[in-house]
């Protein structure tokens, strides 16, 4: 059964960093492009960062684009997404996904596999 189930989420104050990771069980990687997405009260799901099954392309979203880091490490059934001088307004849910292809545009319907959310909470 596949299953992604993310953690490192957190409240931290504005400035800080967070790393998020996403554990994959019941499918190996390699085959898989991935994402992170994010919810926020009140507001749509959003594309923050995807990565390819090869790692070799990613995307940022132009409100993380230097700030947020995505990597995988298929060795460790692992994604991950570093964030670093962390604004209030990237509180919500973050979501890892996955989908069983190469590559796929950062958005919602692309990705077929979601985990269950954990919530980053940007706040002093």
């Known amino acids: 059964q596949l299953q992604l189930v993310e953690s490192g989420g957190g409240l931290v104050q504005p400035g800080g960093s967070l790393r998020l990771s996403c554990a994959a069980s019941?499918?190996?990687?390699?085959?898989?492009?991935f994402g992170w997405f994010r919810q926020a009260p009140g507001k749509e799901r959003e594309g923050v960062s995807c990565?390819?099954?090869?790692?070799?392309?990613?995307n940022y979203a132009d409100s993380v684009k230097g700030r947020f880091t995505i990597s995988r490490d298929n060795a460790k059934n692992t994604v991950y997404l570093q964030m670093n001088s962390l604004k209030p307004e990237d509180t919500a849910v973050y979501y890892c996904?996955?989908?069983?292809?190469?590559?796929?545009?950062?958005?919602?319907?692309?990705?077929?596999?979601w985990g269950q959310g954990t919530q980053v909470t940007v706040s002093s």
């Open positions: 990565i390819s099954s090869s790692g070799g392309s990613t």
């Open positions: 019941g499918f190996t990687l390699d085959y898989y492009a």
């Open positions: 996904a996955a989908v069983s292809v190469a590559e796929a545009m950062c958005v919602s319907y692309e990705y077929d596999y």
